[in-house]
């Protein structure tokens, strides 16, 4: 099989079974009932949330880091001027991506109830307490980038890396339940 056929594979079906963990998670911590929990539908519709919510942020952030840096080593004729430019930027981007991570991830607790909060309803909701969400950014970023560290490492064949997959899966269905909770008092003040 192709690596990267593989690669997706592992990664999606990590991703789906996470999902279903961290949904039961979420609804418990919401305090609803858990015996309608595994629904396919609801399922997708939060692996989707989730991939959506931190993959974007990332590339994007990624994408800006190396316009940057390729603009710079282009400009400035200074050896590692471009590497310079791009790791200065890096600290300023990152940060500002988990953010958005943190914040656009309360519409995962909204998917485990079936609800679908658009954009400015996130903003609302998490209006003044944006910085009180971005270790949960981190968290979910950290987890998702273990899922795909390890469903590559699978693909390659290097058994090392397997151990990934369920370390990104702990850390994914941890974060999950926090971020209920969080959802939950915010939802309460708002």
Known sequence: ???????VLVFAVAVLATAALAIRRQRVAL???TGSWWMPLRTLRWSGALVATVAGPLLFAKMLVMVLALGSEVLL??????????IGVAWLVLPMALLVI?????????????????TRDVIRLADGNEWSLMPLGVGLAL????LLGGALGVAMGTAA???????????????????????????TTA
Not at 107 to 117: E, F, S, V, Y
């Open 31 to 33: 305090g609803f009932a």
């Open 1 to 7: 099989m192709n690596p990267i056929v593989l690669a």
């Open 102 to 118: 943190g914040t656009a991830a309360l519409k995962l607790p909204a998917a485990a109830d079936d609800r679908t909060l658009d």
């Open 143 to 146: 987890g998702l980038l273990l």
């Open 161 to 187: 890396y397997l151990p990934l997959l369920p370390l990104g899966m702990a850390l994914l269905v941890w974060i999950s339940g926090r971020l209920a909770g969080r959802y939950q008092s915010l939802a």
């Open 77 to 86: 004729p200074a050896e590692g001027a471009g590497m310079m430019a791009g």
